[in-house]
């Protein structure tokens, strides 16, 4: 008995939807300009959006409280993701199970209200849920279950802000998507050139920051249970490693975590789980994951606040000041994620492989 689709038919309602939201004025729409900055040294074609009119946008520092999609008066919060939905940016809802006698999770997909990328959109949970408890297998299944789908007519990229420092501002959870124009994302390329050899080993990018990612290559007769399975031990393992990496930090350079170097603080200090901040790129090919320890990067001269979430993890960066963009040119990319993610591992790590870059 063939399982049926999760969200089947999905790419044509977002399209229909989004069309009708964008002239009822319900959505939206910011242009931008798209920068190209390619790494010389590493070969990663980043892109910088520049959407100046974005910085006209409430944002939480200003005390009238937003998120990634939607604003919010600061003395009586409200939930933009729970039902009733607004309609126009309501696309579709349903319960995804893992098997006939799992009771499932329901979830809906809804247009994400400012966007700089057409058709972006959301897959939040129907009952509330905090954005920083980890994801779940079911959930991870669905968002790879909903890029396989449109991935048939159009490349999409999920994405998932965890934590205070990770750009995410709505305590709501969702995962969010955009369309990949050209089908591939930047760092598409980079992580193909450093694949281990054994597929099933997690691995860290040469990059100057700590990252740890995974392949998915599921066997092509896997059941919906098996896949669930499957992708969610991807995820435990990459969130293992990146919780051994902080525990590693506590104890060998607590500074950059932001603990106290005396004596009397304790190395597992800050190792919760819920209250470490990542973000996770998400693809029908890699689960990408970055632990953060800011969410802006302040430029040198400016002092301008840049903030960062997943999209620039994966090769995107928004800035919304001229000046920003300026100096985001001038240090590169690459400085800039520094800033705001982890010391990488050590290549003399114990947990690397002879190349270096496999993960035990």
């Not at 229909?16 to 990663?44: N, P, R, W």
């Not at 520049?50 to 910085?55: D, E, H, I, N, R």
């Not at 500074?255 to 209250?275: C, F, K, V, W, Y």
Request: aromatic letters at 8%.
């Amino acid at each position: 008995m063939t399982t049926p689709a999760v969200f089947a038919g999905l790419g044509p309602k977002l399209k229909a939807q989004y069309t009708a939201a964008l002239k009822a004025g319900s959505l939206l729409f910011t242009e931008s300009d798209v920068v190209e900055l390619d790494d010389e040294d590493i070969g990663i074609p980043f892109e910088v959006r520049y959407a100046p009119a974005l910085a006209k946008k409430p944002t939480k520092a200003d005390g009238k409280g937003t998120n990634d999609d939607d604003a919010r008066p600061a003395d009586k919060p409200a939930d933009p993701f729970a039902p009733p939905y607004q309609q126009d940016l309501f696309v579709a809802e349903e319960t995804v199970k893992e098997d006939d006698d799992d009771s499932g999770e329901s979830f809906a997909i809804l247009l994400n209200k400012f966007c700089v990328t057409p058709r972006h959109f959301l897959l939040v949970t129907k009952e509330f849920r905090k954005q920083t408890t980890p994801l779940s297998p079911l959930e991870v299944f669905t968002a790879w279950s909903v890029l396989k789908q449109l991935g048939a007519r159009e490349k999409h990229l999920a994405f998932f802000n965890c934590g205070d420092e990770s750009g995410a501002s709505q305590p709501h959870k969702h995962l969010q998507f955009i369309p990949i124009s050209n089908g591939m994302a930047p760092f598409d390329s980079f992580i193909d050139a450093h694949k281990p050899a054994k597929p099933q080993t997690p691995f860290q990018l040469p990059l100057p920051y700590a990252n740890f990612t995974a392949l998915i290559d599921p066997p092509s007769s896997a059941s919906r249970p098996d896949l669930v399975s499957y992708l969610g031990q991807r995820f435990v393992e990459l969130l293992d490693l990146m919780i051994d990496h902080r525990r590693r930090l506590s104890l060998s350079d607590p500074a950059a975590l932001g603990l106290d170097a005396d004596a009397s603080e304790q190395p597992t200090r800050g190792i919760r789980l819920s209250d470490m901040s990542y973000n996770v790129v998400l693809t029908q090919r890699y689960l990408h994951l970055v632990p953060r320890r800011r969410e802006k990067y302040l430029t040198a001269r400016s002092s301008l606040p840049v903030s960062i979430n997943s999209l620039g993890f994966a090769g995107m960066v928004l800035v919304k000041d001229e000046r920003a963009l300026d100096e985001v040119k001038e240090v590169g990319v690459l400085e800039v994620l520094k800033q705001v993610g982890l010391p990488p591992l050590d290549i003399v790590d114990a947990h690397l492989g002879e190349d270096g870059n496999e993960l035990a």
